[in-house]
Nanobody
């Protein structure tokens, strides 16, 4: 069983920064990826970034590359998403998710391949 809880969302002005946290518990996967996804009203859920618990390999969507940084603290079983230079189009509910690395080979940001999901945290970028 895997449980994920997101936190850190809020309201921030364009150009501002925010750090999201994803706390995991009861992790039963040995080799897995934790990813961040977001969904804005009327839009499909899209992959933002993900990180492997095995070697720390990271992936980023082109839309956030250079602005967002994903990191992990294995001891705390927590994954962070540092979001800088935020834009209004970053506004969405952000979810963290987990899946066995084997299930997403070649497609690490494919939302439909992830098995476990958190409740989401709202990020609003507005002036």
């Amino acid at each position: 069983q895997v449980q994920l809880v997101e936190s850190g969302g809020g309201l921030v002005q364009p150009g501002g920064s925010l750090r999201l946290s994803c706390a995991a518990s009861a992790f039963t996967l040995d080799y897995y990826i934790i990813g961040w996804f977001r969904q804005a009203p009327g839009k499909e859920r899209e992959g933002v970034s993900c990180i492997s618990n095995s070697d720390g390999t990271t992936y980023y969507a082109d839309s956030v590359k250079g602005r967002f940084t994903i990191s992990r603290d294995n001891a705390k079983e927590t994954v962070y998403l540092q979001m800088n230079s935020l834009k209004p189009e970053d506004t969405a509910v952000y979810y963290c998710a987990a899946v066995s690395i084997w299930a997403v080979a070649g497609r690490p940001l494919a939302a439909d391949r992830y098995d476990y999901w958190g409740q989401g945290t709202q990020v609003t970028v507005s002036s």
